[in-house]
C-alpha cells in the first residue's frame, strides 16, 4: 500500500505544477506575440479597431447619456455588437479596467469584409 502512495506522489506534483486554464490566453499572446501573429480575440468580440477620433463611451446608445470613459486614437476598441442603428456596443480598456458602453459608429474605420475561399 505504501508503493502507490508513492507512486501517486509525482503524479500529484505534476497536476498541481501545470498550468491552469486561466494561464492558456496568455500563451497564446505570447505565442502570437513571437510569431507576428495577431492575438485572438475574445469570444464575445466580433471585431477590434482604432477609432478614427477620440471619443467618450456612453452608458446607453445616446449622445445625452452619461460618459462612462473618454478614449483616444492609440486605444484598440472590441465592438461586441452592431445591432444599433449609430451607436455600437463596445470594450474600451483604459489601465487595468475595462469599460463596457457604446460608441457611435461613425468614428471606427470600415470594416473589411473578408473574402472567403
Do not use: N, W
Not at 478614427?52 to 452619461?66: C, M, R, V
Not at 470613459?69 to 445591432?83: C, I, K, N
Amino acid at each position: 500500500m505504501r508503493k502507490t502512495a508513492l507512486l501517486a506522489l509525482p503524479l500529484f506534483i505534476l497536476a498541481a505544477c501545470s498550468d491552469g486554464p486561466s494561464s492558456h490566453g496568455s500563451e497564446e499572446a505570447t505565442v502570437a506575440a513571437e510569431t507576428g501573429q495577431a492575438a485572438p480575440l475574445p469570444k464575445d468580440v466580433i471585431y477590434a479597431a482604432h477609432p478614427l477620433i477620440s471619443g467618450k463611451l456612453y452608458s446607453h446608445p445616446d449622445f445625452k447619456a452619461q460618459t462612462i470613459t473618454y478614449f483616444d486614437t492609440s486605444q484598440q476598441v472590441y465592438v461586441l455588437d452592431t445591432a444599433d442603428v449609430m451607436f455600437v456596443k463596445a470594450r474600451v480598456s483604459r489601465d487595468t479596467t475595462s469599460y463596457t458602453g457604446y460608441i457611435t459608429k461613425t468614428i471606427l474605420p470600415e470594416r473589411q469584409r473578408e473574402v472567403k475561399k
